[in-house]
């Protein structure tokens, strides 16, 4: 682990501030982390019949309708769909004002090796969001579709009635499970770079973190091979690179360890 130096304790202590003044800074970061999500909320409400027809898309080639039970249903729908919204939209606003809010009490070599990966976060949510849309979800619908049986003289058919409440919380489970599992290459590579783990020790769990990888995939996702199997094999592969971003890692800060010891070693006395 990264020992600070004199300067950047020196420097975390010209931030110390009373309690008092804590607080209001987090009632200031929430309040501002509340707006953000009231405005993405409120746009995602506003549209949400068009965001809900661009989720179906996946659906519409098993069936050309959906169905709700309930006299509320498709009002809270649209209200999930606002929600979910306002938390996808809004969290570039809401990471940035808790980054306000944290990065005061960090040392100098923890700033800079955190704030990189709040960048990442989104890119790889927006990765496991895509790959459950375009890649999970049509050959899962498919695949459970074709289950469908035809009506005949002598036998009653089996039809697709999918809900509209059913559909939608299915969809979003999904998003967030592979969206935020997707964000393990990004947790480990930041404790790498605060020197907390290293690619030997992770190669050496590789077979502990492949099980508790299958475990996860199997908690988040519906409760079928074919679903935790498009979870658990995509991790897989995340943990491999992993593992290799963290080696980049540490190539890299002994090549700055280095630099720094000859930096030194050339500096004679005056």
């Not at 509340?34 to 027809?53: D, E, K, R, T």
């Not at 058919?157 to 509209?164: C, D, F, H, P, S």
């Not at 492949?210 to 094999?233: C, E, G, H, Q, R």
């Amino acid at each position: 682990m990264i020992t600070p130096t004199p300067e950047d304790e020196a420097a975390l202590d010209a931030t110390k501030a009373p309690l008092m003044e804590h607080l209001l800074e987090l009632r200031t970061r929430l309040i501002w982390s509340v707006l953000s999500f009231g405005i993405c909320f409120a746009l995602s409400f506003a549209f949400a019949n068009q965001i809900f027809a661009f989720l179906t898309r996946p659906l519409h080639a098993a069936t050309n309708h959906l169905i709700y039970t309930a006299l509320t249903e498709v009002f809270f729908t649209n209200v999930k769909i606002g929600m979910f919204g306002g938390i996808c939209l809004g969290f570039p606003a809401i990471a940035w004002q808790i980054w306000l809010f944290v990065a005061p009490g960090l040392y100098k070599h923890e700033k800079n090796a955190f704030w990189p990966f709040l960048v990442f976060v989104p890119i790889m949510f927006s990765l496991g969001a895509a790959f459950v849309y375009y890649i999970m979800l049509p050959f899962s619908i498919k695949f459970f579709a074709g289950y469908q049986v035809p009506a005949t003289a002598s036998a009653m058919g089996i039809q697709l009635q999918a809900k509209v409440s059913d559909y939608l919380d299915l969809v979003m489970t999904l998003i967030f499970a592979f969206g935020l599992t997707f964000q393990l290459p990004v947790l480990l590579s930041l404790l790498a770079k605060v020197g907390i783990v290293g690619a030997k020790a992770l190669r050496d769990m590789r077979r502990y973190a492949i099980v508790a990888l299958f475990a996860v995939a199997a908690i988040f996702t519906p409760p079928d091979a074919i679903s935790m199997l498009s979870l658990a094999v995509p991790l897989v592969l995340l943990y491999e690179i992993s593992i290799l971003s963290v080696m980049f890692i540490e190539r890299g800060r002994i090549k700055a360890e280095a630099a720094r010891m000859a930096a030194s070693t050339d500096v004679t006395p005056a």
